[in-house]
């Protein structure tokens, strides 16, 4: 069985784009969004370093994303095409994409856990030895309802949000695993987890 590093897109591996104000695909104001157009798609500094690391630790590193705004109209489908070209670049075993809005009642869309359990069984992955990176409270509610750890990369627009743990970005998530495991937090989690 694998363990399974599965880590959101948006706010985690690339930058959010400061709107000012916006309204969502929802309804909802507000001010972050993803990159709508491949220009404003910027990576966030030290992924490539944390993937190599999660990779020598032993994790498949897999990307769970939501992209709702494709069926908003907001992202179009070559914009949407070429950010994932860039991440095809990264050192990643595999990535899933939820392309519906939350609307629609989809299996995938987070915080419903289908990508991370259909990815799992593709990969033979432990889910109780795994982590989910994310950034928002869809991510953290997948790792839950899959069952692995979560880990809350912190940001302005999501203060107050609780995961079982916290970093900076995804190195220092990277590097907090690390610590984990060795601690014994993987012996642990085997246990009683
Ligand atoms: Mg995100
Ligand atoms: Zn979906």
Redesign the pocket.
Same mark, same amino acid.
């Given at each position: 069985m694998n363990s399974i590093c599965f880590i &959101?897109? &948006? @706010?985690?591996i690339n930058e959010?784009v400061d709107r000012g104000e916006i309204r969502g695909g929802d309804g909802r104001l507000l001010r972050y969004s993803?990159p709508w157009r491949y220009s404003e798609f910027r990576l966030q500094p030290g992924v490539r370093e944390a993937l190599i690391k999660l990779g020598r630790l032993g994790f498949l590193r897999i990307v769970v994303t939501n992209q709702p705004d494709l069926a908003y109209g907001r992202l179009l489908s070559e914009d949407h095409a070429l950010m994932m070209s860039g991440l095809a670049r990264l050192p990643l075993e595999d990535i899933y994409i939820c392309p519906h809005p939350s609307s629609e009642g989809c299996y995938c869309h987070k915080p419903k856990p289908g990508m991370l359990l259909a990815a799992a069984r593709k990969w033979h992955g432990d889910l109780s030895r795994s982590f989910i990176i @994310? &950034?928002?409270r869809s &991510?953290i509610g997948a790792g839950r309802a899959a069952g692995c750890k979560t880990i809350l990369v912190r940001a302005p627009y999501n203060q107050g949000l609780e995961a079982d743990f916290y970093a900076d970005d995804l190195f220092g998530a990277a590097l907090l695993i690390r610590q984990l495991l060795e601690g014994g937090y993987n012996d642990f989690i085997h246990r009683h987890g």
């Open positions: &959101d897109r &948006d @706010g985690v959010m993803a @994310g &950034d928002t &991510d």
